[in-house]
RNA sequence: GCCCCCAUCGUCUAGUGGCCUAGGACACCACCCUUUCAAGGUGGCGGCACGGGUUCGAAUCCCGUUGGGGGUGCCA
């Protein structure tokens, strides 16, 4: 058997779903182990082909997620917009093979003649009139009487009767190629065999097999993976979801996350644990073995296998990473110091450089709601002059100052961790953050005097 | 309406007739640790939709019910 070809053929709508994006990465991971080829194939229309950019968002998408151009195994993009020639040539042999025959119904007539029936859809009126093409006229495949058993990889054998499948238009009036048969002509020429996509598209597969014998064809190996849905069970879609997964990659999730929770979406590595690297998915990956109901795509999770990638980042990589987030004002060189700190913090890569701006800033952003409760104790002025006192000449290391802050605190009563709460007010304006004494450290002694005792003044007596 | 798919903790899943007193992960809760917040550690809560079969034995096989989802255009 010759080297299989998996491909995916997303529209391009101005962005690249998560939906997509996993049945991708599941075409991915079978098309490497298996030494076959992964094929990008654009199912592009008028509109998108005035907007190039829509394409180029789905390759860069690709590549975020590991998909890369650079691969030997990666083939396209091709468009289906290339192919119309090719999809008409074939629409036109069926019609001359008796397989398909031309009909000048309008969709007003059919909804007319069906609700005048009683019955559903087209009742296949045209079929023995033998009219020939004209202008209006669409051309319509004729479905034989029988049975189609679909073979699906996840699902199993399914039967579809052919009473339940109409007569569906190959050609419209205008002569232009429906997606159906553009969609199967492309496959064939591409040498697809295998296709592997949402479950949305099982109950056209029929039409889509009937369409591979009639040209002369064996069907695909074809799988439907389940959809992805949201709290409410729905199919997830772009207007009440966030579906797009260049918005993840904007608000700073790491890629290798993202592709490891797509991945357990539908299929889960043997083992307790689902945090896996690709190599051990490609290696493990059964079509086999996805699930058959559909999955909730949970930002939760997903932020928590986040932050697991984030943790075991070494530091210079978390940096590179977190790069395109962090600010013109910010110190390389400080931001890398605190980076370990950040690591077991941050939920994405672009949090890092927020919690510690600041140390780059003139003045921390106060946060007004926290102020009162880490300033409004009556023992917090008093701490903060004699800081302020010590800090003046104290050695300047982060233990140093702790056991400082701590003994102040304690002379007046006060706990840990209580103790430092005026103390990270005054010089990073929030209650919560990175640990505070090595942050001081990093800051310097005079900026945080002088932070402190603005602070101290704004209190008052 | 018709067709198709699906059904294990809140969520993602393991489970392919005895290993199941149904396992793990996320979330949640509690405690420990602790300079805030995290991280880490320990423990807890929580599920086979329902009803019939088949079988010595069913989460697992069959049928039905209910529930959910998808499809059904001269859309892609």
């Known amino acids: 058997m010759s080297a299989p070809r998996y491909r995916i053929a997303p529209s391009p709508t101005g962005f690249f779903h998560v939906g997509g994006a996993r049945t991708a990465l599941f075409n991915w991971a079978l098309a490497r182990r298996e030494g076959g080829t992964f094929v990008l194939r654009i199912e592009d229309t008028d509109e998108a082909r005035d907007r190039p950019e829509w394409t180029q968002g789905i390759i860069d998408a690709l590549a975020w997620l590991g998909i890369g151009a650079d691969d030997p195994t990666f083939e396209g993009p091709y468009f289906q917009s290339a192919n119309a020639d090719a999809h008409v040539a074939a629409a036109e042999r069926l019609y001359d093979a008796g397989l398909a025959y031309y009909c000048d119904l309008t969709g007003d007539e059919i909804q ?80 697809i065999t295998h296709v592997v996509r949402g479950e949305e598209h099982l109950p056209n597969t029929p039409k889509q097999q009937l369409l591979w014998q009639a040209l002369g064809h064996e069907p695909p190996v074809w799988a439907h993976v389940p959809v ?177 802050v701590e003994r102040i605190g304690g002379d007046l009563g006060v706990k840990p961790g209580k103790a430092q709460a005026p103390v990270r007010m005054a010089v990073t304006g929030r209650s919560v953050g990175p640990p505070l004494y090595e942050s001081l450290e990093v800051l310097g002694r005079d900026e945080t005097l002088r932070r402190l005792r603005a602070a101290r003044e704004r209190i008052g007596v």
């Open 228 to 404: 992805l849905v949201n709290e409410s069970r729905k199919k997830l879609s772009k207007r009440r979801d966030k579906v797009a997964l260049e918005q993840y990659r904007d608000e700073g999730f790491v890629a290798a996350a993202m592709v490891n929770y797509l991945m357990t979406l539908g299929w889960a590595p043997k083992g307790d644990t689902e945090i896996v690297p690709w190599a051990h998915v490609e290696a493990e990956f059964r079509l086999e073995d996805v699930t058959h109901s559909p999955a909730f795509f949970d930002i939760k999770k997903l932020t928590a296998f986040d932050k697991e990638y984030i943790k075991a980042m070494d530091v210079d990589e978390f940096v590179a990473a977190c790069t395109p987030w962090i600010p013109e004002h910010v110190d390389l060189s400080t931001f890398r110091t605190m980076a370990p700190l950040l690591q077991t913090r941050v939920a994405t890569l672009a949090e890092a450089a927020d919690m510690v701006d600041f140390l780059f800033v003139d003045d921390p952003t106060v946060d007004e709601d926290a102020w009162p409760k880490a300033m409004g104790a009556d023992w917090a002025p008093k701490l903060l002059d004699e800081v302020i006192a010590s800090f003046d000449s104290v050695e300047w290391a982060g233990p140093v100052l702790k056991d400082d």
């Open 112 to 191: 007319a003649r069906s609700k005048e029936s009683g019955k559903p859809g087209y009742g296949g009126w045209s079929r023995d009139r033998a009219l020939g093409p004209g202008p209006g006229r669409a051309l319509r495949f004729r479905v034989p009487e029988g049975t189609t058993v679909v073979r699906d990889l996840i699902r199993g054998d399914v039967t579809f009767d052919h009473d339940a499948i109409e007569d569906f238009v190959l050609l419209r009036g205008n002569g232009r190629p429906i997606f159906v048969l553009a969609n199967v002509v492309d496959d064939i020429s591409m040498g």
